[in-house]
């Protein structure tokens, strides 16, 4: 069985589409960066991550490693996707590498981090 849908509308608002249109065409830039950092803070691993780095604002591997009880390798392997992505960066110290948030993806990380902060409060 094949369903169809329909629209019931008698006439199409013309300026509401093509207004609605051009608010996404100008949004796309927005929309882009917003699917790319839902994508890689869609994973429980690396937001926890990107909240322990915006906790301690930077942190080694191993630290991390140690915090979430994980390998090393399955470690780098989540930070090296964020680092590809834009969201953290990272500096050398002798032999270690600390890696850090991008201070220009903060902002809408901090709103993500308040509302699991409140999540936490009303469960």
Known sequence: MKLEITCTRAEANHT???NCQATIENL???FQ????LLSIAGNDVRLKILFL???ENELCPCDIA????MSMPAISQ???????AGFITSRREGQTLYYSLVKSETQILNNIFTSIKSLKKSA
Not at 33 to 36: A, I, N, R
Not at 78 to 84: A, G, V
Request: charged share 35%; aromatic share 0%; proline share 0%.
């Open 33 to 36: 960066q917003m699917t790319k």
């Open 28 to 30: 796309d830039n927005g």
């Open 53 to 55: 780095l915006n906790m």
């Open 16 to 18: 509401q589409l093509l």
């Open 78 to 84: 989540h930070l090296r996707k964020m680092k590809d």
């Open 66 to 69: 140690d915090i979430l009880e």
